[in-house]
């Protein structure tokens, strides 16, 4: 394997290149390959970032964040459909991504649980049909990041500006990669091929209505970071229902390990590295193969910024609130969802 080659790899596989390589210069070499990559990767994400906060504003590092992720999943993953259709999908995103946010913050509770219902619908459809694709990660993450770190007239101008920038350089990098699939369905086939009775519909529905309410709820509650119940819930939501009980147990058991490792860095590192907080736990995730770790470093970025707002004990005590009840909520949510469609299934069958 080529030194490129293991770049390609990602942690679990890099993990195991190491764990089955029983030359130990060869293990050194990989060791050195993996370390250089996590470093490499986090200084390539804090220099996206960096540009993008600079150009369009600091309080649109968002953008680079959400631009960043959809760069490095459109460099492998497809939708589904002819190549020169999903640069088609890639607009509708990016429209979605670009004026879904704004509307829903523009407007109180319940008419944004309605824009927040059709944007992540859409979002769902447009990108991911290819289900094992795990797109929806993506893009659904993206809209809750810019819903959540909203900005207004010039800034707001300056965002649309990067998310059309991110956009065109998505589209290259999408066309420039995946031009030679082979597929034949077409754009239109992404809404025709939408039915509740198939499993994908089913997981489409349950997630957008998972995420929007529990939304919803925060919002008539007056908490502010919604956003982080959102997230829990879509993280939790995953495409079969059997899956969902461990993910939920690790979405809420490991942030409670991530904010217990932040109030020990918060508490004993100086007020000068609190901004590096973040860029401890993206380390932390770069090393992390599994599920379970990487959300207890993700919890770094989010409560670096929210103690700065909050107070670091409101911080962690709304982080920990809030994905807790996105995890649970989410699993009561599936067992009621799947039971409506059972019964109306057998009702059907009796007709």
Not at 76 to 90: K, N, S, V
Not at 154 to 167: F, H, Q, S
Not at 177 to 192: A, E, G, I, S, V
Not at 204 to 211: P, Q, S
Request: charged fraction near 15%; charge should be positive; include cysteine.
């Amino acid at each position: 394997m080529t030194f490129y080659q293991e770049l390609q790899l990602s942690s679990v596989g890099s993990k195991q290149l190491i764990k089955n390589t029983t030359d130990p210069k060869e293990k050194r070499r990989h060791i050195l390959i993996y370390n250089f990559k996590v470093y490499l990767v986090m200084a390539f994400c804090v220099a996206v970032v960096s540009l993008y906060s600079k150009l369009t504003g600091s309080n649109n590092s968002v953008v680079g964040v959400t631009v960043l992720l959809a760069v490095l999943v459109l460099r492998q993953a497809d939708f589904g459909i002819r190549t020169t259709h999903g640069l088609f999908c890639i607009a509708g995103i990016y429209g979605i991504l670009m004026a879904g946010p704004r509307i829903a913050n523009s407007v109180s509770a319940v008419p944004a649980f309605a824009v927040n219902i059709i944007c992540i619908m859409l979002l769902m459809i447009l990108g991911c049909h290819n289900v094992i694709m795990y797109n929806h990660s993506t893009f659904v993450l993206g809209y809750l990041l810019l819903l959540g770190y909203d900005v207004t007239g010039a800034e707001y101008i300056k965002r649309v500006e990067g998310l059309a920038v991110g956009m065109l350089l998505c589209m290259f990098i999408f066309y420039k990669n995946q031009k030679n699939r082979p597929y034949r369905r077409t754009f239109l086939d992404l809404f025709r091929e939408f039915d509740l009775n198939s499993a994908r519909g089913r997981w489409y529905l349950k997630l957008t209505l998972i995420v929007s309410s529990a939304m919803l709820f925060m919002n008539l509650l007056g908490l502010p970071r919604a956003m982080w119940a959102g997230i829990a819930c879509m993280s939790v939501c995953l495409p079969f229902t059997e899956d969902c009980m461990g993910r939920a147990g690790k979405r809420g058991m490991f942030n409670i390990v991530g904010c217990a490792l932040f109030i020990v860095l918060y508490l004993i590192l100086p007020k000068s590295m609190y901004p590096y907080i973040g860029m401890i736990g993206g380390i932390g995730v770069g090393y992390s193969a599994g599920y379970a770790w990487q959300t207890a470093f993700n919890t770094f970025g989010a409560l670096s910024i929210a103690a700065g707002l909050f107070g670091m004990p409101a911080a962690v005590a709304l982080r920990i609130g809030a994905n807790v009840f996105g995890a649970i909520y989410t699993i009561l949510c599936n067992k009621v969802i799947d039971r409506l469609f059972e019964r109306k299934h057998m009702e059907k069958s009796i007709a």
